[in-house]
């Protein structure tokens, strides 16, 4: 029997023990990965003789990742991505992205390298903040709402940034003519092939797509085939992409099928048994040595995105007028790199820009905040509570509300949070009755409302100043449809004082 089968038997049984330790830890998955890979790789409690057959399956799990983004990136949500969201996830990755290169260049790194650094430090995991922001029930709240959309921006962003360095063929640390010549050649493939990509995906994929879904065996094949045979064609020697941006563009072109869901949901199983094995190569890679000459710098660039980002979110979303509490548990959010950072610097490796030490360093990263930004996420409602008197210079106080600032409410209806569900209350009472008095932490929704005449009250009903300029001990009805259990028992033992 091939040597081979034993292996990946043994591997993936490491990966699925520490995914499972991981897991019951509240940790992502993906770090028990790494860490298996680490036990297999540089402590060596396992030799792997054929490694380079684990390279090129850990190289397909990153195509089809890659393929089941470029088929879920919607236009649709992109224009549906509110302005605070596109203004905060561009001013986050401009913010972290200067800083994060500045800190490396500090350490001496070179120039092409610190730029990658600087990079990995950016971006955020988008799987890893939406499950755990999904299982505390905070998906719909505005700092969930927030959080997506500033990670739906960083998403774009990291995906035209791998397509223009999959194409570079520069040298480490080299940033020169040549350089710029190759970034303008790939621009133009780039645009070449994104505007075949765009025809395709509007006017005749969609048609093929649908005759072949008529066999679910049929659609899997094809799409496993149309993946990897653009991949294999975008990585060839008169294109010059990597075979990962194959499979994105390869996803782009059936993104606008009414069958991309199907499709999706078929590639998934697929996906994820690959994704094991590139994360689990990324921890065979750590050479122990190379990672302690890097230790110090990755401590502080891991302080960096879990101290740094939050701080960076916090003054931007201070400026745009959200109240820190939102601000807060949205800068807690984003406190980790992401798994495209690993793709980032994996792709910078391959093609000879950064070294596999830095690669280790930036593994480490991920490690570190991984770990410490799962537990942020998990008990943000405490580290508020911890950290609330100090998070007031965040907090901008010229929010223009609806109503005389000395007035005192009495017999009024206080409607808290205009959700969805909010807003049919809120449409239903106002024609019932003049004395509503709204209170809401969106400055979006509290300056529409009161540009329609709506009494408002800009703020967060947990805190006693709201619920003071609110009264809600003389309310005589009051209407919640916030999802926090918190706020709504600060609301309940409030009334009660009445």
Sequence with gaps: MDPFYLELTIVLILATLFGL???????????????????????????????????????????????????????????????????????????TGIIGFLLALLFSFPLLTSLYIGLALTFSSTIMVIKLISDKKDLNSLYGKVSVGILLIQDVAVIIILILLSGLKGTPGEIGISLVNSLLLVLLKGVILFAIIT??????????????????????????????GVAVLVASPWVGFSI???????????????????????????????????????????AIIEITAVFFPALIFSLFVIVGNPLIVLI?????GYKKRTSFFTGLAIAQ????????????????????????????????????????????????????????IFERKSISTKGDKFAVFKNHIVLVG?????????????????????????????????????????????????????????????????????????????????
């Design 21 to 95: 330790v991981a897991n019951l830890l509240s940790q992502p998955t993906i770090l028990g990965f790494i860490l298996a890979g680490v036990l297999v790789g540089p402590l060596g409690f396992f030799d792997i003789a054929s490694p380079e057959i684990l390279d090129v399956l850990a190289k397909l799990g990153i195509t089809f990742l890659l393929f089941i983004v470029g088929l879920e990136l919607s236009v649709k949500e992109l224009k549906n991505v509110g302005r605070a969201a596109l203004i905060i996830g561009i001013g986050q990755i401009v913010a």
């Design 199 to 228: 025809y395709l995906s509007k006017k005749v994929f969609p048609r093929l797509v649908n005759l072949i879904a008529r066999s679910p065996e049929l659609l899997f094949l094809v799409s496993v085939s149309w993946a990897l």
């Design 244 to 286: 990962e941006i194959g499979g994105l563009l390869a996803g782009l072109a059936l993104a606008n099928s009414s069958e991309h869901f199907q499709i999706g949901s078929k590639i998934k199983p697929l996906r994820d048994l690959f994704i094991t094995l590139f994360f689990l190569v990324l921890g065979m890679k750590m």
């Design 316 to 320: 931007l979303m201070g400026l745009l």
């Design 337 to 392: 790199i992401s798994e495209f950072s690993f793709i980032l610097v994996a792709l910078g490796g391959e093609l000879g820009h950064i070294s596999s030490s830095v690669v280790g360093m930036i593994t480490l990263v991920g490690i570190i905040t991984f770990t410490i930004s799962s537990y942020l996420i998990l008990y943000n409602n405490k580290l508020y509570t911890l950290f609330e008197p100090f998070l007031g």
């Design 418 to 498: 205009v959700n969805r569900m909010g807003t049919k209350i809120m449409n239903t009472l106002t024609r019932q009755t003049d004395k509503l008095v709204v209170v809401d932490f969106n400055p979006d929704i509290i300056k529409k409302l009161t540009e329609g005449n709506v009494t408002t009250i800009f703020g967060d009903i947990s805190d006693p100043e709201v619920l003071e300029k609110a009264n809600v001990k003389k309310a005589k009805l009051i209407i919640s449809t916030v999802t926090d259990l918190d706020d709504n028992l600060v609301l309940i033992a409030e009334s009660k004082r009445a």
